[in-house]
């Protein structure tokens, strides 16, 4: 029994290793189902001195109205929305910003890489989800949120297949 566990500390601790140093993005699918997803997915990133924007987005709440009515929200603001309704994304594009950055749309990780965006969420389809932060510590965070919430078919991202390809949540 102690060599199992010694086994899979050492492996864990080679996951870690590994995603600390490489990881950019992670790509997972979350249940077809009204519930907090975002907040599931982005609990415990430090998002305080940020604003959040939504671009393209279907978010819906239970009555049929859209979760969000602006394109751009105070860190505060965006939390307590994704906190505090069940809702049911069929597609968003979530980015996060330093509370003076310039926001732009962005549509690959050449774009992301060079703007001042920190933090891109795509929701695609009602169930995939993919996330690239400029931050190791963010996408660690995240990480441990999906494996808490038993997301699946979880996937790190190491590198971009093409900087230049649109991104697209989906899976291979």
């Known amino acids: 029994m102690k060599s199992i566990i010694k086994v899979y500390f050492l492996y864990g601790l080679i996951i870690y290793s590994f995603c600390k140093v490489y ?4 790509k997972f699918r979350i249940e077809n189902e009204y519930n907090t997803v975002l907040e599931k997915i982005l609990r415990n990133v ?7 924007c939504i671009f393209d987005d ?3 709440i239970s009555s049929g109205e859209s979760l969000f009515d ?3 929200y105070s860190n505060q603001d965006f939390k307590k ?7 049911y994304p069929v597609f968003a594009t979530v980015q996060l910003y330093l509370e003076n950055g ?3 749309e962005i549509e690959n990780y050449s774009q992301f890489t060079n703007s001042d965006c920190q933090l891109i969420l795509m929701i695609t389809d009602n169930e995939f989800v993919e996330v690239y932060a400029k931050e190791k510590i963010v996408l660690e965070t995240i990480h441990q949120n999906v494996l808490n919430h038993s997301f699946t078919d979880i996937k790190l991202i190491n590198e971009p297949k093409d900087i230049s390809n649109r991104f697209f ?4």
């Open 169 to 172: 949540a989906s899976f291979d």
């Open 23 to 26: 990881m950019i993005g992670i």
């Open 58 to 60: 279907e978010v819906y």
């Open 70 to 72: 602006n394109d751009e």
């Open 102 to 104: 310039k926001i732009v």
């Open 81 to 87: 929305i994704i906190s505090e309704n069940n809702y």
């Open 46 to 52: 430090d998002s305080i001195k940020y604003k959040w």
